[in-house]
């Protein structure tokens, strides 16, 4: 499938062995031909970067690898991916994904089309469950995520962002210098930083005229998540500690 943009799609993996599809991403690389993939092992011990390898080499021309020797936890590996396709230059767009493909590849496609507009700078998926959508969530995560979005959304970046927290984001090449170059204050909350880096770079524009959240028809919790229910007893000091950070 051709489409007018070429897009970079980072995908950061840690013993993802037994969890990651690659028949589903071998699918999407032969059907897409302007997308492109770079998996970010992440000091791995269980066999991931073998068969992340071993992929890339049935598709050289799209397929890339980048491993850290050490773990170094999801947000330095995203960014560690996304500056290296970012380098490259030859894509229009880059974006992050979750290796466990809880987003469904097949949500790519009508999201990039946000970019069809010059001015949409980002876009990412957003976890809404409504009439005609596949959305499952463990109620227990639902319930927390929304007092989390909530408190996010009008305390911290003071945009009406409804899941800041879905792991399915892409971003015109021409902001990743300024949101991605420097490392994150936070490895847990990235993504919020990401809304927080964004809107302090474009202070002078409302973010709702350079920035989509699309809902997604499909999105599954899958078992093995790395995100336990007490990471969210993190949430007061780092959402404090962005707040004293960027004084958005």
Not at 117 to 126: D, T, V, Y
């Amino acid at each position: 499938m051709e489409c007018k943009f070429k897009v970079g799609i980072i995908v950061p993996c840690y013993n993802e062995a037994k969890r990651i599809s690659l028949g589903n991403f071998d699918t999407h690389v032969v059907s897409h031909s302007d997308h492109f993939f770079c998996f970010v092992n992440d000091g791995s011990s269980d066999g991931t970067l073998e068969l992340l390898e071993q992929f890339a080499i049935r598709y050289p021309k799209q397929v890339y690898v980048v491993n850290n020797e050490n773990n170094l936890g999801k947000a330095e590996s995203v960014r560690k991916g996304v500056n290296y396709m970012f380098l490259l230059g030859k894509f229009d767009i880059i974006g992050f994904i979750d290796a466990d493909l809880a987003t469904p590849l097949f949500e790519i496609d009508e999201t990039i089309k946000i970019f069809e507009n010059p001015k949409k700078l980002i876009a990412f998926g957003s976890r809404i469950k409504h009439l005609g959508g596949n959305i499952e969530r463990k109620f227990i995560r639902y319930l927390l995520g929304r007092i989390f979005a909530t408190v996010v959304s009008n305390w911290l970046i003071k945009t009406p962002v409804y899941d800041t927290q879905c792991g399915f984001k892409f971003f015109r090449s021409t902001i990743i210098d300024d949101i991605f170059f420097k490392p994150f204050v936070s490895k847990w909350f990235f993504d919020i930083e990401l809304f927080c880096r964004t809107i302090q770079t474009y202070k002078n524009i409302d973010i709702n005229e350079i920035s989509q959240e699309r809902f997604l028809n499909t999105w599954q919790d899958v078992k093995g998540s790395k995100i336990k229910l007490s990471d969210y007893f993190k949430v007061p000091l780092e959402l404090i500690k962005l707040k004293l950070h960027y004084r958005i």
